[in-house]
């Protein structure tokens, strides 16, 4: 198959776009594009300070590049969990995250959780009898605080992430078998900042998995190949695989199925129970009045202190 815009063999074939390309064109569609959703969304801007949390894998380190080669003034964000699954899994991704800093001549934040709070996460989640023996609730709890912590205290406008399509039609899925609406009303491509909370943003949202390895290889970004080893069995894999099957059957079904939720969302499904006395920016997922947590500042609607701190506190 040839490229659409030149006669060279297309590297990949994106049956949802009908559009074939090159080894030349494809990295600078994806460039464009995503540069095309950072306007449309109004993720940020050139003036403003972005980080970019990576995770040493593809999608986000990738964005990286691309906001580095859109001239954006981005900085990383690595946070060390600590986890080894028999893969030295945590060290890996640093390395990697470290070398593509270093070979771009780019800043590289590290937050080692075990050397700030004293134990790995898979530890916290031990002592703290969190997640029913798998770390991940914890994980998930911890990279939210953390990332929003070295945003707000690095005096960034905004911070990013790597997810794909693939994510996020995956925790849509799994949010719309439940309707839980608390999740839905806040999932979009930007989540905008409230007191105590940075700007959060999503630039690679509308892509696919697969278009992010493309990319990747194309680009010769380095990175760990594994998953999680504690993601193994995980409900979010099992939804992927299932949209999998639909889109295998049904081209452009996944993003049709993301696209769709965010134009119904714009028409107005989604509102705040009194839009008159509240806004969203003020309720948090279960509805309930955000107040700011009295130990770190960070918006929660819990009665006292955060989930985070509360963690943190059990285990001294
Ligand atoms: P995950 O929750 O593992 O699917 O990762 C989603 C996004 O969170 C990634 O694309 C990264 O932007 C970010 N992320 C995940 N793990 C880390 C980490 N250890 N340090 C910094 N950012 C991370
Ligand atoms: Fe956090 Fe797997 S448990 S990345
Ligand atoms: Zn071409
Ligand atoms: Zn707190």
């Given at each position: ?112 959780v075990e050397g700030e709070y004293g134990r790995t996460v898979p530890e916290l989640a031990q002592k703290t009898h969190r997640g029913k023996g798998k770390p991940c609730s914890v994980c998930g ?38 309707w839980i609406t608390g999740y839905m009303l806040r999932q979009g491509p930007v989540l905008d900042a409230r007191a105590g909370m940075v700007r959060k943003a999503k630039p690679l949202c509308r ?110």
């Amino acid at each position: 198959m040839k490229c659409r815009k030149c006669t060279e063999k297309a590297v990949i074939n994106m049956r949802q776009h009908k559009l074939a390309l090159c080894k030349t064109h494809y990295p600078q569609w994806i460039i464009d594009q995503t540069q095309r959703f950072v306007e449309k969304y109004l993720m940020f801007t050139p003036q403003e300070r972005v980080l970019v949390a990576v995770s040493g894998g593809k999608d986000s380190l990738s964005l990286w590049d691309i906001l580095w080669q859109l001239g954006y003034q981005v900085d990383g964000l690595y946070i060390g969990l600590g986890i080894d699954g028999g893969i030295g899994y945590s060290d890996e991704s640093q390395r990697l995250s470290e070398q593509f800093a270093h070979d771009r001549d780019l800043r590289l934040n590290i937050v080692d959780v075990e050397g700030e709070y004293g134990r790995t996460v898979p530890e916290l989640a031990q002592k703290t009898h969190r997640g029913k023996g798998k770390p991940c609730s914890v994980c998930g709890l911890s990279k939210r605080h953390i990332m929003n912590q070295a945003a707000v205290q690095g005096g960034y406008d905004v911070l990013v992430t790597g997810h794909n399509l693939d994510d996020e039609a995956a925790v849509l899925f799994g949010n719309a078998l439940n309707w839980i609406t608390g999740y839905m009303l806040r999932q979009g491509p930007v989540l905008d900042a409230r007191a105590g909370m940075v700007r959060k943003a999503k630039p690679l949202c509308r892509f696919y998995e697969r278009e992010m390895a493309a990319y990747a290889l194309v680009r010769g970004i380095d990175y760990i190949y594994d998953e999680c080893p504690h993601a193994v069995g995980s409900k979010t894999i099992y939804y992927k695989e299932l949209l999998n099957r639909l889109e295998a059957d049904r081209p452009g079904a996944k993003q049709s199925f993301y696209l769709s939720f965010l134009q119904a969302k714009e028409n107005g499904l989604f509102r705040t129970p009194d839009p008159e006395q509240v806004s969203s920016q003020e309720i948090g997922v279960d509805g309930k009045l955000l107040h700011p947590c009295p130990t770190c500042g960070q918006p929660t609607t819990t009665g006292g202190e955060c989930a985070f701190c509360r963690m943190v506190a059990d285990i001294r």
